[in-house]
């Protein structure tokens, strides 16, 4: 909504420049000094409409990532499908070279609030796939050191130019704080997934995995960008969940037939969350 | 690496950002200070007794500007300078604020638009962003904003000065502002907002010409 209107309002804008235009004295100094002005913000506009395009492009593209790896659990082949996301994952990665390649030589800060969404989608789709292999956090250094591009998929004569600085994208400790506060959502739908699946281990897993991270938020507490704060509510619901759903596991995991688990874990989760009210 | 050195890490690089924000704060309550100090010398253009005195008011100004540019030149240190709008939020304010100052002292010495250049000449920083830290173009247009609400301030405590003229230069300045303004296409952001007052101030000149012209002060006066 609001972007249709900011698309929409130029145009009148530039309507009634022009009616005006005609009019108007264009040799005076303020009015060229308005045109260059006029070039330089829709310089500037331009780029930001190309990097919240492609961000979203990203958007799009982990959360179909993170969707894949939910079949993981339910799949016979899992290196399969973790193949498939590298590859989607790896697609990804291209766009986020064409963020890098828009923000060459531009201060990365002036439109971080374009892409933001985006990367943050892409850490959670990242660290996600991390987790389900290696069942550990994936640090900030490792994504980033994958998100640095060569050039040389661009033809060998722009190799020749631009060969001398490599392509980076850095990601930023507070896109990776959100992401990862993002993760434990998807962490908790995996868990419920596996219960489903009659997988006894994993939940077991997930819920220290779970817990670990939101140690590590609460040691960050509040002096982290105000999103951090509002996010850790939300793990803070997660945890519980997953605790619980350990917990059932726990006490009436050997009385139950493995086929009736998910019925007792869904009426479970379907209660009042207890940890409400008390955060 | 563990979840919990991970943690620590990324606590590390926050709490230094911390740092970096609060020595900034600290920076930029000075400058606000100068710079409320420049506009109470230039308030007093709107009194009476203070129209004759408009070039010693704008001398006062510019030496007061010596400290602002000393004050920027010491928020330049705080932050590595490739990061600019990672904290522009903290002196958006105030920079804006300074441009308009600087307008409104060259408005009253030659009644003619400040350029960037010369903006970011008196408030010592740069222009382009290349080139260190600098007047970004959305805060030196909301400085000129700024202004123009200053001047239809100014119209109107200028007729009861007694002061006919000056209404009417004042009018064919924001009249050519206000083309200028209309050759942006400006996007939904703070700017386009405050772009959107400027018509009132332009309405606000124009009733008091009009006030002027239909008594025949304006022809009085000998300009029109």
């Given at each position: 909504?609001?972007?249709?209107?900011?698309?929409?309002?130029?145009?009148?804008?530039?309507?009634?420049?022009?009616?005006?235009?005609?009019?108007?004295?264009?040799?005076?100094?303020?009015?060229?000094?308005?045109?260059?002005?006029?070039?330089?913000?829709?310089?500037?506009?331009?780029?930001?409409?190309?990097?919240?395009?492609?961000?979203?492009?990203?958007?799009?593209?982990?959360?179909?990532?993170?969707?894949?790896?939910?079949?993981?659990?339910?799949?016979?082949?899992?290196?399969?499908?973790?193949?498939?996301?590298?590859?989607?994952?790896?697609?990804?990665?291209?766009?986020?070279?064409?963020?890098?390649?828009?923000?060459?030589?531009?201060?990365?800060?002036?439109?971080?609030?374009?892409?933001?969404?985006?990367?943050?989608?892409?850490?959670?789709?990242?660290?996600f796939l991390h987790?389900?292999?290696?069942?550990?956090?994936?640090?900030?250094?490792?994504?980033?050191?994958?998100?640095?591009?060569?050039?040389?998929?661009?033809?060998?004569?722009?190799?020749?130019?631009?060969?001398?600085?490599?392509?980076?994208?850095?990601?930023?400790?507070?896109?990776?704080?959100?992401?990862?506060?993002?993760?434990?959502?998807?962490?908790?739908?995996?868990?419920?997934?596996?219960?489903?699946?009659?997988?006894?281990?994993?939940?077991?897993?997930?819920?220290?995995?779970?817990?670990?991270?939101?140690?590590?938020?609460?040691?960050?507490?509040?002096?982290?960008?105000?999103e951090v704060s509002?996010?850790?509510?939300?793990?803070?619901?997660?945890?519980?969940?997953?605790?619980?759903?350990?917990?059932?596991?726990?006490?009436?995991?050997?009385?139950?037939?493995?086929?009736?688990?998910?019925?007792?874990?869904?009426?479970?989760?379907?209660?009042?969350?207890?940890?409400?009210?008390?955060? | 690496?563990?979840?919990?050195?991970?943690?620590?890490?990324?606590?590390?690089?926050?709490?230094?950002?911390?740092?970096?924000?609060?020595?900034?704060?600290?920076v930029v309550q000075?400058?606000?200070?100068?710079?409320?100090?420049?506009?109470?010398?230039?308030?007093?253009?709107?009194?009476?007794?203070?129209?004759?005195?408009?070039?010693?008011?704008?001398?006062?100004?510019?030496?007061?500007?010596?400290?602002?540019?000393?004050?920027?030149?010491?928020?330049?240190?705080?932050?590595?300078?490739?990061?600019?709008?990672?904290?522009?939020?903290?002196?958006?304010?105030?920079?804006?604020?300074?441009?308009?100052?600087?307008?409104?002292?060259?408005?009253?010495?030659?009644?003619?638009?400040?350029?960037?250049?010369?903006?970011?000449?008196?408030?010592?920083?740069?222009?382009?962003?290349?080139?260190?830290?600098?007047?970004?173009?959305?805060?030196?247009?909301?400085?000129?904003?700024?202004?123009?609400?200053?001047?239809?301030?100014?119209?109107?405590?200028?007729?009861?000065?007694?002061?006919?003229?000056?209404?009417?230069?004042?009018?064919?300045?924001?009249?050519?502002?206000?083309?200028?303004?209309?050759?942006?296409?400006?996007?939904?952001?703070?700017?386009?907002?405050?772009?959107?007052?400027?018509?009132?101030?332009?309405?606000?000149?124009?009733?008091?010409?009009?006030?002027?012209?239909?008594?025949?002060?304006?022809?009085?006066?000998?300009?029109?």
């Amino acid at each position: 909504m609001n972007r249709r209107e900011g698309e929409g309002c130029p145009r009148r804008n530039a309507d009634a420049a022009q009616d005006r235009d005609a009019g108007a004295n264009s040799s005076s100094p303020v009015i060229a000094a308005f045109k260059v002005f006029q070039q330089e913000l829709d310089t500037k506009h331009d780029k930001h409409e190309r990097l919240v395009k492609i961000s979203r492009d990203v958007t799009i593209e982990s959360k179909r990532t993170i969707f894949l790896l939910h079949r993981v659990t339910s799949v016979p082949n899992a290196e399969d499908i973790l193949q498939e996301a590298e590859v989607k994952l790896d697609a990804v990665r291209q766009k986020i070279g064409q963020i890098a390649e828009e923000l060459r030589g531009e201060d990365i800060f002036q439109f971080h609030r374009a892409f933001t969404p985006g990367i943050q989608e892409y850490v959670e789709a990242v660290s996600f796939l991390h987790y389900i292999r290696h069942r550990s956090l994936i640090s900030l250094e490792e994504i980033n050191a994958r998100l640095v591009f060569g050039t040389a998929e661009k033809g060998t004569a722009e190799e020749l130019q631009t060969d001398g600085p490599v392509l980076t994208f850095q990601v930023t400790p507070s896109d990776y704080l959100l992401g990862v506060a993002d993760l434990t959502g998807e962490l908790m739908r995996m868990c419920i997934s596996s219960v489903g699946n009659g997988d006894i281990d994993t939940p077991f897993q997930l819920s220290q995995f779970l817990r670990q991270i939101h140690d590590g938020f609460s040691y960050i507490g509040n002096t982290g960008p105000y999103e951090v704060s509002k996010k850790l509510h939300t793990l803070r619901q997660s945890l519980g969940k997953v605790e619980d759903a350990c917990y059932a596991l726990r006490v009436r995991g050997s009385e139950i037939p493995k086929h009736m688990l998910a019925d007792v874990f869904s009426s479970r989760s379907a209660l009042p969350d207890p940890e409400e009210g008390v955060v | 690496m563990s979840v919990t050195e991970m943690f620590s890490y990324i606590q590390g690089s926050l709490s230094a950002d911390q740092d970096v924000r609060e020595e900034i704060r600290k920076v930029v309550q000075t400058l606000e200070q100068a710079a409320r100090e420049i506009l109470t010398v230039l308030q007093s253009v709107h009194q009476p007794s203070g129209f004759k005195e408009i070039p010693s008011k704008c001398a006062k100004a510019r030496e007061l500007f010596c400290t602002v540019r000393t004050q920027l030149g010491e928020l330049k240190t705080k932050f590595p300078v490739e990061q600019y709008y990672r904290f522009h939020e903290h002196w958006r304010f105030v920079l804006q604020r300074l441009a308009f100052l600087a307008a409104f002292v060259v408005y009253l010495e030659t009644e003619t638009l400040v350029v960037r250049e010369e903006v970011a000449k008196i408030l010592g920083i740069q222009v382009v962003r290349e080139k260190g830290f600098h007047l970004d173009v959305e805060d030196y247009l909301a400085g000129v904003l700024i202004m123009a609400s200053e001047l239809s301030r100014l119209a109107v405590n200028s007729v009861t000065a007694g002061d006919y003229t000056r209404p009417l230069r004042i009018s064919n300045f924001i009249n050519e502002l206000d083309s200028g303004f209309r050759l942006l296409n400006l996007k939904n952001d703070p700017l386009r907002k405050r772009y959107d007052g400027l018509k009132y101030d332009v309405k606000k000149i124009e009733e008091v010409v009009y006030d002027l012209s239909i008594r025949g002060l304006a022809k009085e006066a000998g300009d029109k």
